[in-house]
């Protein structure tokens, strides 16, 4: 055993995490993250006894994916890009910006744990920088005098800001790179709006995946149960062809899969399950 002492709180988190995902060491941690916004050291040791694997192996998981954090953080993350294409449009400004208004540095909290303010290289939006993301939803064409209403907003409630008035997750309409035929399905719809359909495998297993056609949701619907961090095969539901490139998600390494954007551009979104490892070149 790893620990003499537990908390009861924490032992029953990690109890229910597992009890959820079975022996998928991310997805217990990802959930064990979800509620205390980082990966304590009792909790890892916690998880490490009870699956009966080698306190280093954990950590090994742990540290290798950059959405895993062994520090707390604030409430709310925000993250402002800072790469090339986002320094040119005024990227640092923006850091600024948030700087004065939260009085906190990139990579520090608030003293209330309600904000942690982080810089990003690239985001994987380019075309539509400066970028900042809160809470994992993305602001696109960031200026200075919008921080405080970003910040504003996610004080209320982000998540339930209306799509149509916000244009922070926006729709986008999909092809497949080989044969050029549409990967829209009208017939069903995933976050209210055409969902976009394509087929995978994976083990044995081969069926269709519905993803959301809004650019920043992460909400699917598959024909089969995708256990979490399983690396998908991903292929054109027309012309059959993998859907593959040689562009590796900045999270987790993985080959990304592309998808052309109708009237000019390209999204690659990471296959692995749980993963939220994406980019947008328009």
């Known amino acids: 055993m790893y620990l003499s002492e537990v908390s009861t709180e924490l032992e029953s988190i990690v109890d229910a995490s597992i009890r959820k995902h079975s022996k998928f060491l991310i997805a217990i941690l990802q959930e064990i993250q979800k509620h ?5 050291v009792d909790a ?3 998880v490490a006894d009870k699956l009966k694997m080698p306190l280093r192996d954990i950590y090994g998981v742990a540290s290798f994916y950059k959405a895993f954090s062994f520090n707390k953080k604030g409430k709310h993350i925000i993250t402002a890009c800072i790469g090339t294409a986002c320094h040119v449009r005024g990227g640092p400004k923006i850091v600024d910006a948030i700087t004065k208004e939260l009085n906190i540095e990139p990579g520090e909290t608030t003293k209330d744990m309600q904000f942690s303010l982080e810089t990003a290289a690239c985001l994987g939006c380019c075309a539509i920088g400066p ?6 939803v993305y602001f696109s064409n960031v200026k200075p005098t919008m921080v405080k209403k970003i910040i504003e907003q996610t004080k209320s409630g982000i998540k339930k800001t209306d799509i149509e008035k916000y244009k922070h997750i926006f729709p986008v309409k999909v092809s497949c790179p080989q044969c050029n035929h549409s990967l829209m399905n009208t017939e069903h719809l995933v976050d209210n709006y055409p969902c976009i359909h394509i087929t995978v495998s994976f083990g044995r297993k081969h069926g269709w995946l519905r993803l959301s056609s809004l650019y920043g949701s992460y909400s699917i619907e598959s024909e089969h149960e995708i256990p979490m961090d399983t690396e998908l095969n991903c292929f054109c539901p027309h012309c059959h062809a993998e859907l593959t490139s040689s562009f590796e998600c900045p999270i987790c390494n993985a080959n990304m899969v592309p998808l052309m954007i109708r ?7 990471c296959p692995r399950r749980g993963c939220q490892g994406h980019m947008l070149d328009v």
């Open 44 to 46: 890892i040791k916690l």
């Open 131 to 136: 970028i900042v993301v809160v809470d994992g």
């Open 263 to 269: 009237g000019g551009g390209t999204v690659h979104f």
């Open 36 to 40: 205390y916004n980082y990966l304590p």
